[in-house]
């Protein structure tokens, strides 16, 4: 079964760190990344990283967040530092298959920032 599970979510104080977890079974993904929604609002970007190291980000997340990947442990990172009350929202990991192209989605994990 293919299926990406994220962890780390929380509550946290602004100006604070947060790193969520995703990790991949049952495929090789050959672009991770992670979206977001905030109540009220579609589900937006926050950062991608390809097979071979290639990463975007958001621009509203640039310098704060951070992407990384573990290939070893088929698992993805996301570093979050300097959080804002407005980065609060349901975290989303998502992974494009390395053979089939298609698209996976995880549960979410909800992060919180408090000001």
């Known amino acids: 079964q293919v299926q990406l599970v994220e962890s780390g979510g929380g509550l946290v104080q602004a100006g604070g760190s947060l790193r969520l977890s995703c990790a991949a079974s049952g495929s090789i993904f050959r672009l991770m990344g992670w979206y977001r929604q905030a109540p009220t609002k579609q589900r937006e970007l926050v950062a991608t990283m390809t097979s071979d190291g290639s990463t975007t980000y958001a621009d509203a997340v640039k310098g704060r967040f951070t992407i990384s990947r573990d290939y070893a442990k088929n698992t993805v990172y996301l570093q979050m530092n300097s959080l804002k009350p407005e980065d609060t929202a349901v975290y989303y990991c998502?992974?494009?298959?390395?053979?089939?192209?298609?698209?996976?989605w995880g549960q979410g994990t909800l992060v919180t920032v408090s000001s």
């Open positions: 998502n992974g494009r298959r390395i053979v089939t192209n298609s698209e996976v």
